[in-house]
């Protein structure tokens, strides 16, 4: 089997993320619930998972971290927690239904305003209208770091600079680059940043959660046991607690925070220039097979290691299908919850094949899918 479907969840993990996993299921308790060995241990793994996250984000401290299921529930707790009725909110036609499902519920239950930036024919974010989007009652950018269906990026600091400059909040959907691309938070003045902890990160499913920067107040999105201050009627209100109602997933937890260290331990840059390498590769053998239409900007950078592409006029579903049965590679097909970066592309129809790469893909298994690729461009 060859696992190219990175983008949607990483198959192949560093062995000690398994092994940090079960040792917590032997050995944690409910972390801030007791005094006991087994709650504090489970406290303590808590505390490193944000520790990690904190310095591969160079936050400025631990406890602006958050922990969350996973991105999305990240993304509605920052965009549920930030905005009020008649707030006008500035996003892309490159986000993911994470983010434009939890927009469209302002916009419809709460009557928030939303404006999208668009994009040129290779699926690039054109940022010289932006300053035509503001609004007296423009409050925010959201903007994803990566296309999750181009892997095209996100110049944020040129999004910040717009951001601040007009009194905006930045909220960033890191899904796509979190682990896989250098994001400082504090030289980006990103006010919220959202992750995943299953994909770059290396983690688990059911892993997650978000930045949120210091003297920022996010209502949160669940509210209910917190370990502390029990007798009060709200929920506290002191970051982390604040948004991490309920007993976290500790052992998921100890298999992120485990993942996060083995990156910081190989470097991000490292890993992100082998990424990049392979899915280079990939596009160079691919580029000039005829029958073969390929989507977003391989050439621009920061990007992620993704090479989105279509046959002819073959359903891309049916491609995977192929792709799957008679040569064992996983890829992505259809319109991966990315429905205005489809309309933008004219993938409606269509949809289109996603091959995403990790840096424990290799070289031999790049140049196997590239050259079913070519086969099937010969024979559709």
Not at 44 to 57: D, P
Request: hydrophobic letters at 45%; a negative charge; aromatic letters at 6%.
């Amino acid at each position: 089997m060859i696992y190219l479907d990175n983008a949607a969840t990483t198959l192949h993990k560093p062995p000690q993320v398994e092994q940090a996993m079960l040792d917590a299921l032997r050995t944690a308790g409910n972390p801030g619930r007791g005094a006991h060995e087994p709650t504090l241990h489970a406290s303590r793994l808590v505390y490193a998972a944000r520790c990690a996250i904190s310095r591969l984000l160079n936050a400025p401290d631990p406890s602006c971290i958050a922990f969350a299921a996973n991105a999305t529930q990240a993304l509605n707790t920052a965009l549920g927690g930030l905005f009020a009725p008649g707030d006008h909110i500035i996003t892309t036609v490159c986000e993911h239904n994470s983010v434009l499902r939890a927009l469209y519920r302002l916009r419809d239950q709460e009557g928030v305003q939303l404006s999208f930036a668009g994009v040129d024919e290779k699926g690039r974010l054109q940022y010289d209208g932006w300053q035509g989007l503001i609004q007296p009652n423009t409050k925010a950018v959201v903007v994803t770091c990566a296309s999750n269906v181009t892997g095209n990026g996100t110049d944020l600091a040129r999004v910040s600079e717009f951001a601040h400059r007009n009194g905006l909040l930045l909220i960033v959907d890191a899904a796509q680059t979190a682990g896989a691309q250098p994001v400082d938070v504090q030289a980006l003045d990103i006010d919220v940043l959202c992750f995943t902890g299953h994909k770059a990160l290396l983690g688990p499913q059911g892993t997650g959660g978000l930045y949120v920067r210091p003297g920022l107040s996010v209502r949160p999105l669940v509210v209910g046991g917190s370990g502390v201050h029990s007798f009060d009627e709200r929920h506290p209100a002191q970051m982390p607690t604040a948004l991490e109602a309920g007993t976290l997933n500790v052992p998921g937890l100890a298999g992120l925070c485990s993942g996060v260290e083995w990156i910081l331990a190989q470097g991000v840059e490292t890993l992100c220039a082998q990424e990049s390498a392979l899915a280079a590769l990939f596009y160079e053998r691919i580029r000039d097979l005829p029958n073969i239409t390929l989507y977003g900007d391989p050439e621009m950078a920061p990007r992620a290691p993704i090479v989105a592409l279509n046959i002819g006029n073959e359903d891309s579903a049916r491609i995977a299908d192929i792709l799957w049965e008679d040569y064992g590679i996983c890829v992505r097909a259809g319109a991966h919850c990315a429905p205005l970066m489809h309309k933008a592309l004219g993938t409606v129809r269509q949809g289109v094949v996603r091959f995403s790469f990790s840096h424990f893909n290799t070289e031999a298994e790049v140049l196997l899918a590239a050259g079913a690729v070519r086969e099937l461009a010969q024979e559709l």
